[in-house]
């Protein structure tokens, strides 16, 4: 059974910083490319950030550019996010989710990305 848990969400003020994990189980991690999406009340959901399953390529949305990083440590089968000075309207539920991929590519859309987590929820004051 596949399994995606995230975690390191919460409440905090506009500027601020939080690192969300994203723990897999039930597939061989290092065959995964991993993503991390947001959606916001009443919108889509958008991609965030993905990462290679090697780790070696990333990809980051426009607007978290130079304020998110995205890294995974295969050995303990996880996936973070850091995110730094983080806006109100970055306030949504953010899921990680798992990509089957055959070569060490980074998707980026939410189109292969075949397992998802419950979400965990960042609330952003401002």
């Known amino acids: 059974q596949v399994q995606l848990v995230e975690s390191g969400g919460g409440l905090v003020q506009a500027g601020g910083s939080l690192r969300l994990s994203c723990a897999v189980s039930g597939l061989t991690f290092s065959s995964y490319a991993m993503g991390w999406f947001l959606q916001a009340p009443g919108k889509e959901r958008e991609i965030v950030a993905a990462i290679s399953r090697s780790g070696d390529s990333v990809y980051y949305a426009d607007f978290v550019k130079g304020r998110f990083t995205i890294s995974r440590d295969n050995a303990k089968n996880t996936v973070y996010l850091q995110m730094t000075s983080l806006k109100p309207e970055e306030t949504a539920v953010y899921y990680c989710?798992?990509?089957?991929?055959?070569?060490?590519?980074?998707?980026?859309?939410?189109?292969?990305?075949?397992?998802w987590g419950q979400g965990t929820q960042v609330t952003v004051s401002s």
């Open positions: 989710a798992a990509a089957h991929v055959y070569r060490d590519y980074v998707p980026r859309d939410r189109g292969p990305f075949q397992y």
